[in-house]
């Protein structure tokens, strides 16, 4: 039942598709988001990511490109390690321009260490 629900949520004609490409500290890392502006809710695919070492989590960003780079938190993926299908809704009323994710001490961070940027996207303009 959870999972037709998550398909019915991701197959939405209002959904945007995302997709995270791995970063320097982690190439071969991925992820997708799918937003649904309409809602205000991105659904984070982060199957492409490795397992969190203990004591850390991953944190997802949305991101405003222009004029300077201003990074907003949109939630914690605490439950990673126990979630079978490692797809996480997610609240998000940014217009944002891009979506990251970063490997952050547990609890979160304020802002990103972009030293720990496993993966990011942008969104078409279009």
Not at 3 to 12: I, S, Y
Not at 37 to 54: C, Y
Not at 60 to 68: E, F, G, I, N
Not at 96 to 110: D, R
């Amino acid at each position: 039942e959870k999972t037709q629900a998550l398909l019915n949520a991701l197959r939405d004609k209002n959904i945007e598709v995302i997709t995270l490409g791995g970063q320097a500290v982690s190439p071969d890392s991925y992820a997708k988001a799918y937003w649904n502006k309409t809602e205000e809710k991105v659904f984070i695919d982060a199957k492409g990511l490795p397992e969190p070492p203990n004591g850390f989590v991953y944190q997802v960003w949305s991101l405003k490109l222009s004029p300077t780079l201003t990074p907003t938190s949109i939630g914690i993926l605490d439950t990673f390690n126990e979630d079978e299908n490692k797809v996480f809704a997610l609240n998000n009323s940014n217009n944002s321009e891009a979506f990251g994710i970063t490997l952050e001490p547990e609890g979160g961070s304020e802002s990103p260490n972009l030293e720990q940027l496993y993966t990011l996207g942008t969104v078409s303009t279009s």
